[in-house]
């Protein structure tokens, strides 16, 4: 039973902290994460899949921040090659169409964070209610006797 309470605060806790955490927290999270992959595999990968460039500017000086190229990404080649800003591997450097070209990722993953961090927060919720329940049960009924057992043996 102790363990069980245990086990109840412990993904209680953690249940709370995921319906807790503030975009600014999100973003804390997502570029340590960014500046912790070793090697461009991961941010290619998450570059690719997301369709997007960089994780919060396109050319971002901080350590650890940087990118893998966007030249080979759908949103650059869809442009014209005089079109291309200099992220995609062109020329142009209009402020305009960096934002236009290809969307920085954190903008495509802030929602799915969002989202998934709603979803764990709440299936924990719900289990570690379902434990307190489990824990109640376990204390109102553990000093009950077996009625079929004999009455005059010690256990």
Same mark, same amino acid.
């Given at each position: 039973?102790?363990?069980?309470?245990?086990?109840?605060?412990?993904?209680?806790?953690?249940?709370?902290?995921?319906?807790?955490?503030?975009?600014?927290? %999100?973003?804390?999270?997502? *570029?340590? @994460?960014?500046? #912790?992959?070793?090697? /461009?595999? !991961?941010?290619?990968?998450?570059?690719?899949?997301?369709?997007?460039?960089?994780?919060? %500017?396109?050319?971002?000086? *901080?350590? @650890?921040?940087? #990118?893998?190229?966007? /030249?080979? !990404?759908?949103?650059?080649?869809?442009?014209?090659?005089?079109?291309?800003?200099?992220?995609?591997?062109?020329?142009? *450097?209009?402020?305009?169409?960096?934002?236009?070209?290809?969307?920085?990722?954190?903008?495509?993953?802030?929602?799915?964070?969002?989202?998934?961090?709603?979803?764990?927060?709440?299936?924990?919720?719900?289990?570690?209610?379902?434990?307190?329940?489990?824990?109640?049960?376990?204390?109102?009924?553990?000093?009950?006797?077996?009625?079929?057992?004999?009455?005059?043996?010690?256990?």
């Amino acid at each position: 039973m102790v363990i069980l309470f245990l086990l109840f605060l412990m993904q209680f806790a953690i249940a709370c902290a995921c319906l807790a955490i503030n975009s600014d927290q %999100k973003k804390q999270l997502a *570029m340590q @994460g960014w500046s #912790r992959s070793k090697g /461009d595999n !991961l941010k290619a990968k998450t570059q690719s899949y997301f369709n997007c460039c960089g994780l919060v %500017k396109h050319d971002d000086p *901080m350590p @650890g921040m940087d #990118r893998p190229p966007c /030249d080979q !990404l759908p949103c650059c080649m869809d442009l014209l090659e005089a079109e291309r800003p200099h992220y995609c591997g062109g020329k142009n *450097m209009s402020h305009q169409e960096l934002e236009e070209a290809c969307p920085v990722c954190w903008e495509l993953l802030e929602p799915k964070m969002t989202s998934a961090l709603k979803a764990t927060g709440g299936v924990g919720l719900f289990f570690s209610f379902s434990e307190l329940l489990g824990i109640i049960v376990a204390f109102n009924y553990r000093h009950l006797k077996d009625p079929q057992a004999d009455p005059s043996s010690f256990l």
